[in-house]
């Protein structure tokens, strides 16, 4: 098992999380098995979000795909997400 923290910088979170669900069969199909969204204290468009994956190269591959970094752009997210990984 393997985790992933991404730190994603918003423009807003309710159209973030709109575009986020809307591509959850995206994520299961790259191989994420659990996910978690939080807010940041004190900074509402500082979004970090926790997932779980087989391998620490299932989530670099997930995190490679371009509908999802598609999505992102839609999804109002102002620069690249930080990425990290864990196994």
Same mark, same amino acid.
């Given at each position: 098992m393997?985790?992933?923290? /991404?730190?994603? =910088? !918003? @423009?807003? *979170?309710?159209?973030?999380?709109? !575009?986020?669900?809307?591509?959850? %069969?995206?994520?299961?199909?790259?191989? /994420?098995s659990?996910?978690?969204? %939080? =807010?940041?204290?004190?900074?509402?468009? $500082? /979004?970090?979000?926790? $997932?779980? *994956?087989?391998? /620490? #190269?299932? @989530?670099? =591959?997930?995190? #490679? $795909?371009?509908? *999802?970094?598609?999505?992102?752009? =839609?999804?109002?997210?102002?620069?690249?997400?930080?990425?990290?990984?864990?196994?």
């Open positions: 393997a985790l992933s923290l /991404v730190l994603h =910088r !918003v @423009a807003g *979170l309710d159209p973030w999380q709109e !575009v986020y669900d809307s591509v959850t %069969h995206r994520q299961i199909a790259g191989g /994420v659990a996910e978690s969204v %939080h =807010r940041t204290g004190g900074d509402p468009d $500082n /979004v970090p979000v926790i $997932n779980q *994956l087989d391998s /620490v #190269a299932a @989530a670099r =591959r997930c995190f #490679a $795909n371009l509908y *999802l970094l598609e999505a992102m752009d =839609r999804a109002g997210v102002k620069a690249e997400p930080v990425i990290g990984f864990d196994d």
